[in-house]
């Protein structure tokens, strides 16, 4: 399906919470931008298992266009199992070079490349192949897919952020990385006011209910440099995490 024009406000709008693409990144670790839907009541989704769009078309053509501006685009293994997203850019005119590189958090190894629209978008010239996020040598290696071998914090069982980000930088030359959920993800990355540069949430003008999956983080967040812009049924708001 093919986007609808962006709106000719927005890049200025974006533009302060973009990778600056002429300016050399000294960081360690890329530039990451923190962004979802969300519903009025905070769900991204109806549920467990249920892909539900929250995003307007003029807003959907944003998340092309943000991930024009991004070198790789993350996601759990929840999303990928569930919405089994396509995660190219279908902004401009070149696809495959506009697109960012998938990189999908399965420590499980539960995802499969093998019969994925990931993998139908590769066939196709259309998107890249995808770095799987694991915490030991993979079990199984998937071809084109190429492994990110990260640790867990043997405490939290869970990959060290900073870790993995320098490590994407380092081993696989990625400056910008777009963070896309789920819930899980989001949650823990609205506490990382040290490594998340941007924030860019959408609100569709939708109320999904108490069983859908909700974004909340654990303790509250504070946020500055607030600006919003209004679509035709969804709002966005760019923000930076706060140090407070
Ligand atoms: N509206 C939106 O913008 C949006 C965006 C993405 C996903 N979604 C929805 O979100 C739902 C999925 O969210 P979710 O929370 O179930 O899954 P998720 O995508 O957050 O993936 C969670 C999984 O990722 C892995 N993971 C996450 N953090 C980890 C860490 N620190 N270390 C190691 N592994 C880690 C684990 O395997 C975990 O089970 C789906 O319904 C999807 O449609 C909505
Ligand atoms: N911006 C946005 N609005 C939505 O309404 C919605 N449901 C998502 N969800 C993000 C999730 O990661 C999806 O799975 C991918 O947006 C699908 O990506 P593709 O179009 O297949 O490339 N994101």
């Known amino acids: 399906m093919s986007l609808v024009p962006l709106c000719s406000d927005l890049p200025q709008f974006l533009q302060g919470y973009l990778p600056n693409a002429t300016k050399k990144e000294t ?56 919405d089994d997203p396509g995660l190219n850019c279908k902004w401009g005119r070149d696809s495959l070079a506009n697109s960012p590189r998938p990189i999908i958090l399965d420590t499980k190894q539960k995802w499969r490349f093998d019969g994925s629209k990931m993998q139908e978008l590769y066939n196709k010239g259309l998107g890249k192949p995808p770095i799987v996020v694991v915490a030991n040598d993979p079990a199984i290696k998937e071809h084109h897919v190429e492994y990110a071998i990260c640790p867990m914090d043997k405490a939290t069982k869970q990959i060290d952020w900073e870790k993995l980000f320098e490590k994407l930088k380092k081993d696989f030359n990625i400056q910008s990385v777009m963070i896309e959920g789920g819930a899980k993800v989001v949650n823990q990355l609205l506490l990382r006011n040290d490594i998340i540069n941007s924030l860019i949430i959408t609100i569709g003008s939708t109320f999904l209910g108490r069983s859908g999956t909700e974004v909340s983080p654990l303790q509250s967040v504070n946020l500055k440099g607030i600006t919003w812009w209004k679509g035709t049924t969804d709002v966005v708001m760019c923000a930076k995490l706060d140090n407070e």
């Open 27 to 82: 960081s360690i670790r890329p530039f990451i931008t923190l962004t979802y839907a969300q519903s009025l009541d905070a769900r991204i989704s109806k549920g467990p298992g249920i892909r539900t769009t929250i995003s307007h078309p003029e807003t959907k053509t944003m998340t092309h266009y943000l991930r024009y501006h991004h070198d790789g685009i993350l996601i759990g293994s929840g999303t990928a199992l569930i």
